[in-house]
Every structure is written in structure tokens, then in C-alpha cells.
């Protein structure tokens, strides 16, 4: 699917990018 929602978010205490997928409703890392 497109990527949208492209943001950043804390995970273990590490900064990581996310792509929110609209289509699937997945999140790609």
C-alpha cells in the first residue's frame, strides 16, 4: 500500500521513523 502519516516515534527508548500504511493498516519500520 501508499505510505502516509510519516512520523517519528519512541520505541525502547530509541527514536525510530514509522510509515503508517492506510491500506493494509500496517506499520513499516
Same mark, same amino acid.
Given at each position: 500500500?501508499?505510505? %502516509?502519516?510519516?512520523? =517519528? $516515534? *519512541? =520505541? &525502547?527508548?530509541?527514536? *525510530?521513523?514509522?510509515? &503508517?500504511?492506510? *491500506? $493494509?493498516? %500496517?506499520?513499516?519500520?
Amino acid at each position: 500500500g501508499q505510505m %502516509s502519516n510519516v512520523g =517519528k $516515534t *519512541r =520505541k &525502547f527508548g530509541q527514536e *525510530r521513523i514509522y510509515m &503508517f500504511d492506510q *491500506r $493494509t493498516g %500496517s506499520v513499516a519500520h
